[in-house]
């Protein structure tokens, strides 16, 4: 009786094993997973691309018709679809980071087993956390990148500092990304996943996504303050709307710091399930 292996871990399985933390090699990892999207997952990607556009042609255009002008953080007054996008594009990119790096991820480290391979080789716990949050990366990149396009013909994007709203986006994909892989880790059950869904889509409604966050009392504003998404959505908001200044700094240190305590969290993570 023959069994099928992985290719990839048959291609690294000759390779000596080793225990460093990172081999310099996370390109593999991370072209391993986008070959498998592709060939599996290509609808769902799809799907993700437009459930952002049918938000923002419902809401933005349909219901912005009767909205008007929103007055945004700075003072500025905008359309309301203008008002909407650039948040749904910080949402579109979180979703899709988060998607690969968590269900993608639950699924190899439960039931694929592919970590275990992975890790019995030269590759290192870093070189896979890297890989698998690059992979995520870049599914958050093309959503964002693909709804940038429709933003720019309805003529959303109000500003030239829009241009810089794609490396923002990819700032904000990686953050959700590098801390989605690390608190997949802990999950062991389809049950617990379940969790992630729970907490994403209150802070999608919340995250002035949708409306000011000056519609709230002082304290929910300092609440919402300390989410991630509302971090997002006003450094994309303010690229996109025109109103830079300094301030914005702190969100990119922010989603900075966010980034280093995943990749950090994560590589502990494997090497703590798999190594020790």
Do not use: C
Not at 84 to 97: D, E, H
Not at 107 to 120: D, Q
Not at 186 to 210: C, E, G, H, R, V
């Amino acid at each position: 009786m023959t069994t099928t292996r992985d290719p990839f871990v048959a291609a690294v399985t000759r390779a000596r094993p080793l225990r460093a933390l990172y081999a310099g090699n996370a390109r593999s990892v991370m072209q391993r997973g986008w070959s498998a999207t592709r060939s599996t997952n290509w609808l769902v990607i799809v799907s993700g691309f437009f459930e952002p556009i049918f938000y923002l042609l419902s809401l933005g255009v349909g219901f912005g018709a009767l909205v008007g002008t929103v007055t945004t953080a700075g003072g500025e007054h905008v359309p309301y679809a203008a008002f909407i996008a650039p948040a749904l594009l910080a949402t579109a990119a979180m979703n899709g980071a988060v998607y690969d790096s968590t269900w993608n991820v639950f699924f190899k480290m439960h039931f694929a087993k592919l970590y275990e391979g992975m890790l019995s080789t030269s590759l290192g716990p870093l070189d896979v956390a890297l890989g698998e949050i690059l992979l995520a990366l870049l599914r958050g990149a093309l959503y964002a990148a693909g709804f940038m396009v429709v933003m720019q013909v309805l003529g959303l994007n109000l500003s030239w500092w829009a241009l810089l709203a794609l490396p923002a986006v990819l700032l904000i994909a990686f953050g959700f990304a590098s801390f989605g892989m690390g608190v997949t880790s802990y999950m062991k059950t389809f049950q617990q996943m379940d969790w992630i869904n729970f907490i994403l889509l209150p802070m999608f409604l919340l995250s002035a996504t949708f409306y000011p966050i000056t519609v709230y009392p002082d304290w929910i504003q300092k609440i919402i303050m300390a989410l991630p998404l509302w971090h997002g959505v006003e450094l994309v908001r303010g690229l996109t709307t025109g109103a830079v200044d300094p301030g914005m700094l702190w969100h990119v240190l922010y989603f900075t710091v966010m980034i280093a305590l995943g990749l950090v969290l994560t590589t502990r993570r494997l090497r703590a399930l798999f190594l020790d």
